[in-house]
């Protein structure tokens, strides 16, 4: 199962980086999603997927699963959240204010 979740998170790391690299702005901002992803579920995988009962101390129970990559994986994934909605608005604010969501035509290049 890591193997799976490990090839998994490349090829959202590999679809991420792909997608930075373009010149619209909303793809970029999907790169970035993309990589927060594949980045939680590296986290995940490294913290070994193992079935185990709930991390609260009980009697006769020995086998107890980790909760602190999940807990690092929730912040994460609310500070992504944040961080998407964030690019997300100024993406929009600057391609009203622009006509345009290319970063060529944004930077002021004078070869398009």
């Not at 790391?13 to 970029?28: D, P």
């Not at 709930?54 to 609310?78: F, M, R």
Request: charged fraction near 15%; proline fraction near 4%; avoid cysteine.
């Amino acid at each position: 199962m890591e193997i799976i979740m490990t090839v998994l998170a490349g090829i959202l790391f590999t679809a991420g980086v792909y997608n930075l690299l373009q010149k619209q702005l909303l793809r970029i901002i999907v790169g970035a999603t993309l990589i927060s992803h594949g980045a939680h579920l590296f986290i995940l995988t490294m913290g070994e997927l193992k079935r185990g009962a709930p991390p609260v101390l009980q009697d006769g129970i020995e086998n107890y699963s980790d909760p602190l990559p999940q807990a690092l994986i929730l912040t994460s994934i609310v500070i992504s959240f944040g961080i998407t909605s964030l690019l997300l608005v100024l993406a929009y604010r600057a391609s009203k204010e622009n006509g345009t969501d290319n970063m060529e035509k944004l930077r002021g290049n004078e070869n398009e």
